[in-house]
C-alpha cells in the first residue's frame, strides 16, 4: 500500500533492516576505500578526510552527521533521527571490524565502483524502507527545500560537484573518473528503485 511503507514494519523487522543496510553500506565503503575511490554526499567527505588526514573513516562519518541530527528531528521527526543515528553508528563501526575480516586480492577499479553502486544503492533502499537514512546532506537539502523551495535534487547536485572537484585536487584523474561511475551506478539504483512516495528519502 503507498504511503505507508516506512510505518508498517514491526521493531524487528527495522531492526533487521536497518542491520542489513548499515552493514551492506559498511561493505560498500571498503571496498570504496580499497580501490582509493570516492564518492559524493556526506560519505565522499568524510571519505576525503579519511584519505587527507589518516583519520578512521569511520569516526570522520560519524562526528560530520552529529549536527545533522537536529534538522533531522525538526523535519522527519523523533523515529527518524533514532533509525537514522542507529545506521549511521552502525555503518561506521562496519567500516572499522569489516576491513579485518574481508580483503581483496584482486579488484579491477571499474567492477569496484560498480559493485560500490550497487552495495551502497541496495543499503540506502533498506534504510529508506524502514524510515532511516545516512543522515548527512540530505536531511539538510530537503530543510532548505521547506524554507526556501529550492529542490533538494540541486543542493545535493551541488554538493557533489563541490566534493568530486575537491577530489579532482586529491587524487587523480583516473581515480576520479572510476569514483563517479560508482556514483552514477549509485544514483540510478535508487532513482529506478525507490518511491519517495512510499518510502522516507534523503
Known sequence: MAGDGANRHSLLEDAQ???YGA?????GIVILTHLGLVTGQTAGLAVL???TTGWSFGAVFFVINLPFYWIGY????GAFVAKTFAAVALMSAGTMILPRLVSFDQ????????LFG????????ALFRHGAS??????VALYLQ????????WTQLLFDVGVFLLALGLRDVQTVAWSFLGALVLNMVIAINHRRDRYIAT
Not at 552493514?23 to 561493505?27: E, I, V
Not at 550497487?118 to 533502499?125: D, H
Open 49 to 51: 578526510i579519511s584519505y
Open 146 to 153: 521547506d524554507k526556501t523551495g529550492f529542490r533538494a535534487g
Open 118 to 125: 550497487f552495495v551502497s544503492g541496495a543499503a540506502l533502499l
Open 23 to 27: 552493514t551492506m553500506a559498511a561493505f
Open 17 to 19: 533492516g536497518i542491520a
Open 74 to 77: 525538526r523535519r522527519m521527526g
Open 134 to 139: 545516512l543522515g548527512g546532506v540530505g536531511i
Open 107 to 114: 579488484l579491477h577499479p571499474g567492477a569496484g565502483a560498480v
